[in-house]
């Protein structure tokens, strides 16, 4: 296990919130209208004695919107480790000590069987993920290949591809194979970002967000926190990805690596992760967002409230590290509930696992090994 806590989780000043503001908030959402920089700063600051007003108010939002759905997801890693950019918060980035799996790029085939696993487990978007600052053409064709062999097994599920920057006519490729989604995540605010990536900017996210876009991509980009951003970052980075219009939002909390430059970053409460989803709920109404990474370690007993203001989650494993078994995560949709979108199985009867505590644990199973994903 990895990333023992050595901080104290801090909360920020708390601003003045009450039902009537948030009643406004939500019924401007309702219209399309995001709330205004005071209004978004004010919820990032408001206090405990009105936070389950917050996610009521994001939860009408969400309910108009999606009903009691909610959309899964599976992240393959298509290869694991070796990349070269400095992300401070990625346990693959150039110089990383974190203790996680490296393998090489999987074969089609590989990567087909554990999209079959994941339909299985009833995902209807696998992302299929390689880290790097951006693709060669070797790599698209093996990522096209993959694609094709996905294809012709699942016809009906939703294929994202998270392959780094985009040049040329690399995004037409992708969508001609048969990809029907880009993800590429900003991450932070741009004032922001230098604090967290040298090797590439904020400007050359956006770029690729728009190339998958003009090629007829479905974009997906979001944003991770728990990087010792600001209120105001938080804010920031919610505008900029509005202006982007994404279909999709993923919203990450940071995983702590050990042997990563933000080891030992515990910054975040449950309640300040629930604060964050409410605002990205209330920026983008009619968008699916989606709960990422981080959600168990930092959300811990109160994930259910997460869902009713998420209305989409990756199921089983992440990148590099485990995720929650996928039983327990149909059976927390279950008893919120909620219905799994696309799915008309019956809730789980099997027992729930307890809350985690405030560690990591590395993936040591599904890509790349001999042992079948958490799916």
Known sequence: ???????????????????????????????????????????????????????????????????????????????????????????????????????????????????????????RRVCLVAAGKG??????????????????????????????????????????????AYNHNVNTSEEHYGEVCSTHSFADRVDTVRRAGHAGLSPCSGAIFGMRET???????????RDLGPASVPVNFLIPFDGTPLEGEWLLTPQRCLRILALFRFVFPNVELRLGGGREIHLRTLQPLALHLANSIFLGDYLTSAGEAAEADLQMIADAGLVVDGSEREPLDSSRRGAGDKTVAPRRRGAGTELPPNA
């Open 1 to 123: 296990m990895q990333g023992t806590p050595t901080k104290t989780a801090v909360e920020p000043a708390r601003a003045e919130v009450s039902a009537a503001s948030l009643d406004a908030v939500a019924a401007a959402a309702l219209d399309g209208i995001p709330p205004t920089r005071q209004e978004a700063l004010a919820l990032l600051g408001s206090g405990e004695d009105v936070l389950l007003d917050v996610v009521a108010a994001g939860a009408r939002v969400r309910r108009r919107f999606f009903g009691d759905r909610v959309k899964l997801n599976f992240l393959i890693n298509m290869k694991s480790g070796a990349c070269s950019e400095d992300c401070s918060y990625c346990s693959q980035r150039r110089g990383s000590d974190a203790e996680v799996l490296k393998y090489p790029w999987l074969d089609p085939g590989a990567i087909a069987d554990l999209a079959d696993l994941a339909a299985a487990g009833g995902a």
């Open 135 to 180: 693709p060669n053409q070797r790599d698209i064709g093996r990522v096209t290949k993959a694609i094709e062999e996905i294809r012709g097994r699942r016809p009906e599920l939703e294929i994202c591809t998270c392959l780094g920057l985009l040049g040329g006519a690399q995004a037409e490729q992708l969508r001609d194979a048969g990809a029907d």
């Open 231 to 241: 209120d105001e970052d938080i804010v920031d980075v919610a505008f900029a990805l």
